[in-house]
């Protein structure tokens, strides 16, 4: 059975451990409540891009823009996006599993390469032969220090541009998607080729385009898929706050009930001690009055 000293210092620890975890906990909820406002606005613009996209789709076939050329899948860009620190339950192992899941089953025999965004997925697949560097590229590789849509414009722009160049015939982005705090779903999606899909109540009308459909269809293509993109990682980026604000919280709950057990442990030693050190003087006292 440990000394009294012993389960005084596993005390002391764990109250420091959950004052960290505590203190991580707010910090995360601070900054989940950003995040989760860049999400919100986000969104309806990504989905009225999406719908003005899909109503012109209705009438126009845009399956011979180049950046919706189907061709035989030989070679595919896994963009991955985690966090560049831990401490938020299976939210990097998800994506990195998820990831693995892709190659080996959906991908298996084509040449797979791998763009990560976040530490994380970098420290994961660095020394695999599929890792993609992008050091030389122009491309921030942290695009976590300065989170902007100018950044993740570079990312899809280059995207983009391989697949035109043909060096991918496929482009796949691998991210978390915020629910809410506690949930998050991981989502596979295909970014390149473009996909023609008609947003529901999409309705042909009479209109007077300036300049052509095809002009503006031209121009809203790259838009809408910076836009997927950056939606991507502003998901990831919520998600990421709200997996160690839950992780945290269930830390601080686990060290509290492990300090209880420490403390009964203590009290019922103390006691035993104490109950020990009375029979002592009680057997000392008895062995006088015997002589």
Do not use: W
Request: net charge neutral.
């Amino acid at each position: 059975m440990p000394s009294l000293k012993e389960i005084r210092n596993r005390i002391t620890s764990v109250g420091s451990t959950m004052q960290i975890t505590s203190a991580m906990k707010m910090v995360s909820a601070a900054k989940l409540k950003r995040a989760q406002d860049a999400i919100t606005q986000m969104r309806p613009y990504a989905e009225k891009l999406q719908e003005i996209l899909g109503n012109l789709s209705a009438s126009l076939d845009i399956s011979e823009n180049a950046l919706a050329a189907e061709r035989d899948t030989k070679n595919v860009l896994i963009i991955a996006v985690t966090s560049n620190r831990g401490l938020c339950g299976g939210f990097n192992n998800n994506i990195i599993k998820r990831v693995n899941q892709l190659v080996i089953e959906d991908f298996a025999g084509q040449n797979v390469q791998l763009l990560c965004l976040g530490k994380k997925a970098k420290d994961a697949f660095k020394r695999s032969d599929m890792y993609f560097n992008i050091e030389g590229t122009g491309i921030a590789e942290d695009v976590f220090a300065n989170l902007s849509f100018d950044t993740i414009a570079q990312i899809a722009q280059f995207s983009m541009d391989a697949f035109l160049d043909k060096r991918f015939d496929k482009v796949v982005v691998v991210y978390n998607q915020f629910v809410n705090a506690a949930s998050q779903l991981v989502k596979a999606e295909q970014l390149l080729p473009i996909q023609a899909t008609q947003s529901e109540g999409a309705q042909i009308g009479d209109y007077i385009f300036e300049p052509s459909k095809e002009e503006i269809v031209e121009d809203l293509i790259p838009k809408s898929l910076k836009i997927q993109l950056f939606k991507a990682v502003l998901d990831s980026h919520a998600s990421e706050h709200g997996a160690r604000m839950t992780a945290m919280h269930k830390a601080t709950d686990n060290a509290s009930e492990l300090q209880r057990n420490l403390k009964l442990s203590y009290n019922k030693a103390r006691q035993a001690a104490i109950t020990n050190e009375i029979l002592e003087i009680v057997g000392g006292a008895e062995a006088l009055k015997g002589k």
